[in-house]
């Protein structure tokens, strides 16, 4: 028979300040500066959403898998970009669930977790998420519409049109499955959810944003160009050598995307 007594609560190892710096730590050494290398690079990279001009208020996130783990990093909810700082990032295993007794860990994580969670957890090269409501890319993204491959930089950057995802409501697995189902198989590193925005991947988080400045950038142009006349596509063949040269030979060979 059974003891009726409850069983003893699993010791937890008590966050110390292993770095002087304050940040991580339930981890072993390894884990927690890999950990504190990703808070800092996803606090920073929210200045280049503000940059860019991708984002008002507080409509958009960025988060970063933790390399050789199981865990992520991601923004709280609805702070101020000027607030955000390596420390109130928020630690996440890639159920999205926010890992206790982490810095930051007392605040409510992104509300688009789920969503980058889901993405992690099935898109295991991708590194990085971004979420935006940059005003070009929702104009496509309210029409339900696909950005054409009609620019080279679309071609290079995209490899094609950039897709539209599926209408999903926020909080659980729809979006996140939403973008899987879009990207996977597909060159393009951008979706634009049906009504909602861009979610963008990369190879690590600051190649994300690059993604969601890219696909603004084109919605911009394609939409400018379509004002004063007929859009002219590129030939399949042309986009293949674009997009080809553009991944392997543009830029240097020490680039994170090789
Ligand atoms: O789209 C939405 C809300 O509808 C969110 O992505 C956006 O407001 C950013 O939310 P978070 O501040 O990351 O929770």
């Known amino acids: ?26 981890f072993d050494p390894e884990t927690a500066a890999a950990v504190d290398r990703v808070r800092a690079d996803v606090a920073s990279l929210h200045g280049e959403l503000v940059r860019y001009g991708l984002v008002v208020w507080t409509g958009g996130n960025v988060s970063g898998r933790v390399p050789g783990t199981d865990l ?28 206790p007794g982490t810095p930051g860990s007392d ?15 099935n898109m295991p090269d991708v590194g990085g998420v971004v979420h935006t409501h940059s005003t070009y890319a929702v104009a496509w993204a309210a029409r339900a519409e696909e950005i054409p491959c009609v620019i080279t930089q679309i071609a290079d950057e995209f490899g094609g049109p950039i897709p539209v995802g599926p209408f999903a409501i926020i909080g659980d697995d729809s979006i996140g499955r939403g973008i899987v189902d879009t990207l996977t198989g597909h060159r393009s590193r951008a979706v634009l959810m049906q009504n909602h925005g861009p979610f963008t991947i990369g190879v690590n ?3 994300a944003v690059k993604a969601a400045v890219m696909c603004e950038d084109a919605a911009r142009t394609v939409h400018i160009a379509r004002q004063a006349g007929e859009l002219v ?19 240097q060979s020490s680039d994170d995307r090789r």
């Open 233 to 251: 596509p590129i030939p399949q063949d042309k986009i293949d050598s674009l997009f080809n040269r553009y991944q392997n030979v543009y830029g």
């Open 1 to 26: 028979m059974s003891s009726p007594l409850p069983a003893e609560p699993p010791e937890t190892t008590p966050p110390t300040d292993r770095d002087g710096t304050g940040t991580s730590l339930p």
């Open 107 to 121: 605040r409510s994580p992104s509300s688009d977790t789920a969503a980058h969670a889901y993405v992690y957890r």
């Open 72 to 99: 992520f990093v991601i923004k709280p909810s609805g702070v101020s970009y000027d607030d955000l700082a390596p420390e109130n990032m928020i630690v996440c295993t890639l159920d999205g669930e926010v890992v």
């Open 205 to 207: 988080a600051a190649d």
